[in-house]
């Protein structure tokens, strides 16, 4: 009998936070932990590398086409003599923002969207999801580009070309998990109790369906750092900004002559997409129950 709070006492020992089970999930994911460093020396690089490598990106420093290591420039210079390393580095601070900047959009927009769609029934959800299934079979760069090229080559328009045609798939991930935990007995029980309905979607129901919303935002990141690429390349981009895809663009009609011109970039794109998308990956084993639990 004395035995029983004894052992009620070890199992509350035992207990951890969530984010702590989270994290631990997390951390056994080598390649995601990996992909973090990654990503982590990435984002320093983009602070800090333009600040200790204060070399203007579009000054003309030496002759072009100089490989990497020739006269001190790490990464050689490009067609017009542009140090491409202070190009890479300021184009990583560009790129980042923009891929942050354009998936918050797409998140705020999705996630309103799905929202309201879970939680209300009716006339609402099927407006609401005719409105996602419209957007969703547009071509999504083609509807990008249109958008850019009527309204200009800023930068907060090219980010809010990117989140508009993004949301599709955070608002139907965030509609399942509306639809599902609506259902559940403490949300059933706050709204017999008299709370709101902004209550029940921001306060109760939201908080438990971020999980997966939290993993598609990851992820959205790098696709959006592709979609900013794409339009760079395309010449649909600010001309007073350095970014990955622009370099690339500029230089593509040089690739056989000078191909670390585009293949450093292209190599600086394809890891941080990559980084991007393990570290999703780690996000949803440790955020998953079930795998959790298993």
Known sequence: MNDAPIIAEEEIQKARH?????????????????ALIVLILIVLGAIFGPILYATDPFEMVWSPFS??????????TDYLGRDLASMILNGARVSIIIGLAAAFVSVFIGVSVGALAGYYSGIIEEILMRVTEFFQVLP????????VALFGASLPMITFAIGVVSWTAVARITRSEFLRIRELEYVTASRASGAKDMKLIFRIILPNALPPIIVQSALMVGSAILFEAGLSFLGLTDPNVVSWGQIIGSNRQYILDAS??????GLAIFITVLAISLVGDGLNDALNPKLRQR
């Open 18 to 34: 969530p984010f702590a089970e989270a994290w631990e999930m997390f951390r056994r994911n080598h390649a995601a932990v990996a």
């Open 67 to 76: 490989p990497p290591g020739e006269e001190g420039f790490l990464l050689g």
């Open 140 to 147: 999504t760069l083609l509807f990008s580009m249109v958008i």
């Open 260 to 265: 670390y011109t585009v293949t450093i970039p």
